[in-house]
């Protein structure tokens, strides 16, 4: 009888990322996650050549960015601080890149920006 081995939530969500970026779903990952699964983390997209970029939240946990070598790039340039403490045009590429609905990502921007609601 074979055994199962049996995966923490965290890591299938990960492997999920990365069967959805291989199959082509998304151009870049973000996913933020427990330091304790790390390694694994890198071992996994270093064997698949996946590009990646890796920042401290806290003690605890880590945002792990993974993608197309281009869109990584652009991460290096665009994330030289904590998230929460991104411009609104930086949080509005951020989640264009991460594949987010762009009206939503239009309305956050503004709500960030300034705050104007439009007249309906």
Avoid at 29 to 52: G, P
Avoid at 91 to 101: P, R
Wanted: with cysteine; charged share 25%.
């Amino acid at each position: 009888m074979a055994t199962e081995r049996i995966l923490p939530s965290e890591i299938r969500i990960f492997l999920n990322h990365i069967y959805e970026f291989k199959k082509g779903v998304r151009n870049m990952v973000l996913y933020t996650m427990s330091k304790d699964y790390e390694a694994f983390a890198v071992r996994r997209l270093e064997n698949q050549h996946i590009c990646y970029m890796i920042q401290e939240v806290g003690a605890h946990k880590i945002n792990l960015f993974f993608g197309k070598p281009e869109c990584m790039e652009a991460m290096r340039h665009l994330i030289i601080r904590p998230l929460n403490q991104l411009t609104a045009e930086e949080d509005f590429i951020l989640g264009a890149m991460l594949g987010y609905d762009l009206c939503q990502q239009c309305k956050r921007y503004c709500d960030k920006k300034d705050g104007l609601k439009l007249a309906v």
